[in-house]
Every structure is written in C-alpha cells, then in structure tokens.
Nanobody, 118 residues
Framework: VQLQAFGGGLVQAGDSLRLSCVAS????????MGWFRRAPGKEREFVAT????????YYADSVKDRFAISRDNAKNTVYLQMNSLKPGDTAVYYC????????????WGKGTQVTVSS
C-alpha cells in the first residue's frame, strides 16, 4: 500500500492550498480517508476525515469552516482544500486510509510540509 501526499508549500496567512493524496495497492473505496498533521514540537493530530463514499465528513474544531475534505474514487485520490490559512496551520500533513474509527489509521502516507507565514 502506498499513499503519496503532495501539494504543500510556503504561503502567507490568508492564502489557500489544496493537498492531494493518491493511493495505490488497496481497494480505495473500501476505506475512509483522513488527513492529520504534526506541527513542530507537537504530536500528530486529527484534521479531517471522509467516508468511503464521500457522503460524510468530519473536522477538527480548529479547521472547521476553513478546510474541506473530498475524494475522487475514480482517481484513488483524497483532497484537502485549505482556505484562510493561519500560521498555526504550519505542520507536516499526512493522509491515512481508515477502516475503523475516524481517528484510527490503517495505512499512513508520507507527509507534505505546509508552512504559513504571518
């Protein structure tokens, strides 16, 4: 199983970015998909998750109303649209394939760095 996240970069506060994560080696629509992040000096935390069908989503309070998770099962890809970015969003962002709870991950992808300058 491979999950490859990309789309990170250096942006200014208030800007937007869209992250993508492409999965291979698994039946993509058997899994919910989640995004997590690890800020410098902090533990990895949950950001957002989407069910296998894309019909339901759930967000951390810190990103609700600014971030949007979506998926394209035909492309084995999950997205994270990030708007109104803040310096506090600076972190390495990881995608994960989830077969259980919204916070559990069966397979992790390599992360992509997002840096938001003030």
């Amino acid at each position: 199983v491979q999950l490859q996240a990309f789309g990170g970069g250096l942006v200014q506060a208030g800007d937007s970015l869209r992250l993508s994560c492409v999965a291979s080696g698994l039946t993509f629509d058997d899994y919910g998909m989640g995004w997590f992040r690890r800020a410098p000096g902090k533990e990895r935390e949950f950001v957002a998750t989407v069910t296998w069908s894309g019909g339901s989503t759930y967000y951390a309070d810190s990103v609700k109303d600014r971030f949007a998770i979506s998926r394209d099962n035909a492309k084995n890809t999950v997205y994270l649209q990030m708007n109104s970015l803040k310096p506090g969003d600076t972190a390495v962002y990881y995608c994960g394939a989830q077969s259980g709870t919204k916070y559990g991950v069966d397979y992790w992808g390599k992360g992509t760095q997002v840096t938001v300058s003030s």
